[in-house]
């Protein structure tokens, strides 16, 4: 259903069953499990969907190692089963990821993790060797009864020297386990919702899409043209994470204070030594403060981080250059021979962890896992179920806890579950992709390698997108055809440059913006949406000034691109 044809059912019916606010992983989740209820559920998403918290994760899924020591046991039993879940459901997108443990002492931790554990002291402090070993051991009991990767080993100082020679050379041994990487984590949302929405007539959604209180009772408004609509649900779901607070305030729901979130930053860098330097293993590791930190190859590319800082506003969150300075003295600490210049950092992101209210003095303690909490009805508005915390891993758990206490409040039963559910491009994946690749190229007269590339893109859907893209030329300095972006903007509800370098594809995280690739890709949104020439200027500019502020990509960065690509041509 398109934009259009969602805006026409609101004005003909404005009475629907529920009205999901957010549309991030857990607002999407929560709304493909009412629509496989056959649920009459409508979902708004101020900004574009998956664009807050949902697109700046460390693209890790996981089970929280670290969540061990803080004793959410559950939290990380249920991780754990939520990405074996994801290695099933989402083969295209969610894959193995070799992670290893720097470690530089020995019995170091134990008394202050045990400390911590009771609840007796709120600081960070390095793990040793017992510790870390006492954590993986757990983490292999989590998984023996459904063993998809191996167990976790430990090195000696010599071995673990010779698999990662630039290592820090005070390094005492090393552990290596399995947990998972995520390569397109807006696209499976994005996935998720159109599945949901191809589920069931009475499943709609929209981005760029608001919902506040008037005189009334609730409103939406389509930001994109002004129109206002009543919308008149029998509950409200909140799921906007670290918004979650200033929506209960924007609908009129009374509610305490429920969100206290922190700011997660990471870095993109183009560096082939640290690249290779990896080994293709996630180095999960703690800086000299005892914080974890994570870098690990991701699209060519390595990706670095995080931070963990506390925030006010979530919409004015940032990677800033203290955060930068601070990751890349981690980096230093494990790869000390390896620097890192200005000039190879081609993104930066940051994001809001929607973690629950809390007072404690480090972040590190506050809870990872997720609830949901009731706002009773007051006045004209119906009650609001607040998403409150969670990971991206747990996203399925989560949006199926919401949709059985939405069930229940509505008197209504659920008919069928996800957990065996298959996503997107998912669905029939093959078990040997190469062979796949060979024969897909045979059929559509493409070549393996483009197949390759179509099949880690779309999965399965990728025999969506081959009919029209066999002859279509790709677009100067990128893997993308101009066919390939006509049909994401056509089928994929994009409304500006940003839903296309950002979500839509990796175009921007992989480091492969240049001003001749956005005047390409801007050409062809203006021709499909009928936009004139002040329109486009308009969204170039707003586009431009979006990558300055949020992700450090100047203007004079995508010109030295340009004329890196323009010299590699020549």
Request: net charge negative; glycine share 8%; charged share 25%.
């Amino acid at each position: 259903m398109n934009r259009n044809d969602t805006l026409a059912a609101l004005r003909e019916r404005p009475d629907i069953a529920v009205l999901v606010i957010g549309g991030g992983i857990n607002g999407i989740s929560v709304f493909r499990e009412l629509a496989l209820q056959g649920i009459d559920v409508v979902l708004a998403e101020k900004g574009d969907y998956c664009s807050g918290a949902s697109a700046a994760l460390s693209r890790m899924v996981h089970g929280g190692l670290r969540y061990l020591e803080n004793g959410e046991f559950k939290l990380v039993r249920e991780s754990l089963v939520e990405r074996d879940r994801l290695l099933k459901n989402a083969p295209h997108y969610v894959a193995p990821l070799p992670t290893t443990v720097p470690i530089f002492d020995t019995f170091s931790g134990i008394a202050n993790g045990a400390v911590r554990f009771l609840g007796l002291t709120r600081n960070p402090s390095r793990r040793g060797a017992l510790v870390i070993k006492a954590g993986l051991t757990m983490y292999d009991l989590f998984t023996a009864a459904r063993r998809l990767m191996p167990k976790h080993r430990f090195r000696g100082r010599a071995e673990t020297l010779k698999a990662w020679p630039a290592i820090n050379p005070d390094i005492r041994s090393s552990a290596t386990y399995y947990d998972a990487w995520v390569s397109r984590p807006e696209r499976l949302g994005l996935e998720m919702l159109f599945d949901a929405m191809a589920s069931g007539p009475t499943a709609r959604a929209l981005n760029y899409a608001t919902v506040a209180a008037s005189d009334d009772g609730l409103v939406l408004t389509d930001s994109l043209t002004g129109e206002v609509l009543p919308v008149r649900p029998k509950l409200i779901i909140n799921a906007t994470g670290g918004w979650i607070d200033l929506t209960n305030k924007a609908i009129g729901a009374s509610a305490p204070r429920m969100m206290g979130g922190t700011k997660g930053s990471h870095l993109i860098v183009d560096n082939a030594e640290l690249h290779d330097a990896l080994g293709g293993h996630m180095v999960y590791y703690e800086n000299e403060d005892g914080r974890i930190c994570i870098l690990f190859p991701y699209l060519g590319k390595v990706l670095i981080g995080s931070t963990d800082i506390r925030v006010d506003d979530p919409d004015q969150v940032r990677c800033d250059d203290d955060e930068r300075s601070y990751i890349l003295q981690s980096l230093a600490f494990v790869f000390p021979s390896i620097a890192i210049a200005d000039s190879e950092i081609v993104f930066r992101f940051s994001g809001v962890r929607p973690l629950p209210a809390s007072d404690d003095s480090f972040t590190g303690r506050i809870p990872r896992d997720h609830f949901c909490e009731f706002v009773e009805p007051s006045g004209d508005l119906p009650a609001t179920l607040c998403m409150i915390g969670g990971k991206w891993t747990t996203f399925r758990s989560f949006g199926e806890m919401a949709a059985d206490m939405a069930l229940e409040r509505l008197g209504l039963k659920r008919s069928t579950g996800t957990e065996d559910l298959a996503i997107g491009g998912g669905r029939d994946f093959p078990a040997d992709p190469e062979k796949w690749c060979v024969a897909f190229g045979a059929k559509h007269g493409v070549p393996a390698e483009r197949a390759k590339v179509l099949l880690e893109r779309y999965g399965t859907s990728a025999v969506d997108f081959i009919a029209d893209l066999a002859s279509d030329p790709m677009l100067a300095g990128s893997t993308y055809s101009t066919g390939e972006i006509r049909l994401i903007v056509a089928r994929e509800q994009v409304e500006c440059l940003a839903d296309i370098f950002l979500r839509r594809t990796t175009i921007a995280i992989s480091g492969g913006l240049s001003l001749a690739l956005i005047e390409a890709v801007l050409d062809i949104l203006a021709d499909c949406k009928g936009w004139s020439t002040a329109q486009a200027t308009d969204e170039r500019t707003a586009f431009l000034a979006l990558l300055a502020r949020q992700h450090g990509i100047s203007i004079s960065d995508l010109s030295q691109t340009n004329d890196t690509r323009s010299a590699l041509c020549a």
